[in-house]
């Protein structure tokens, strides 16, 4: 069994040698990576519907309507843009590649607990308010990225496949097929997180609210560029689906800014000047009562013990 570093001795300041922050962090670690492996090998057996869960809705806007069973067949109803995999091993491969990402995917709540169990113990009380705010703000922000980007996905498939030759027979590696889902799910994930970022500036006290407000104008060009590029339809309708949450986000984000710069200026003006002493606490305490100290004698008439002492001391000294 392993056992938790802190649960031997706990410090109450937090405070731990560096073998046993080692033993802690080794623990945190071997309990992430069990927790990968037993999500890894369950995925396993659902691999495949975990692929046809990512590439049906590119099938269906490309004009497939049918199973990877049927499209194997080959046969003359089932003609439209294929997924194919190319190699002997690529099967086997990407097998392995979508169980593994899905065992990470899945173990997210066990590793990322352990993170912040490894952490936790070194920051202060309004430190970890504010982790735990992000963390909780910043995961629906990405899974909310991530939906618009399954969304969007079909309809770019679709356009894609218009600039094909007349005649020519689509063929969609389906391990660059995914490459292309995940990297997609992660970029408007993490677009998502933008807003997130500059409150977590605003708060650390890098950038004011007036300035992040100030950039209205860049960030809603530069939003909108980014949503053009990574939604390349035709119509304006899946671009705005994208760029409009970002938008709205961006503009509750310079509100939070605002109101937080409001707060600090409050809280500073309520607290002493730079050259004003503070007020200090100068009303007497009473003394405890006064515990004798045993030392080592210095003097030879030290050494006998019957000898009165008076508040740890004899006459002697």
Known sequence: MLKSARKQEKDPEGRMPLAEHLRELRNRLVKSLLAIVVTTVVAAFFYKDIIQFFTNPILDAVGCQYSFAELAKGTEETQCARIVQNGLLSPFTLALTVSLSSGVALAAPVWLFQLWAFVAPGLHRHEKKYSLAFVAAGFPLFLTGAYFAYWSLPKMASVMLEFSIIGSDNQLPLDDLLQLVMRMIIVFGLSFELPLLLVMLNFGGVLSGKKIAGWWRGMIMGITVFAAIATPSTDPISMLALAGPIWVLYFAASVIALANDRRRARREAAAPADDEASELDLTPEAIG?????????????????????????????
């Open 289 to 317: 009562e006064v515990e004798a100290v045993t030392t080592a004698p210095a003097l030879p008439k030290q050494a006998d013990t019957s000898r009165d002492r008076v508040n740890g001391y004899d006459d002697v000294t």
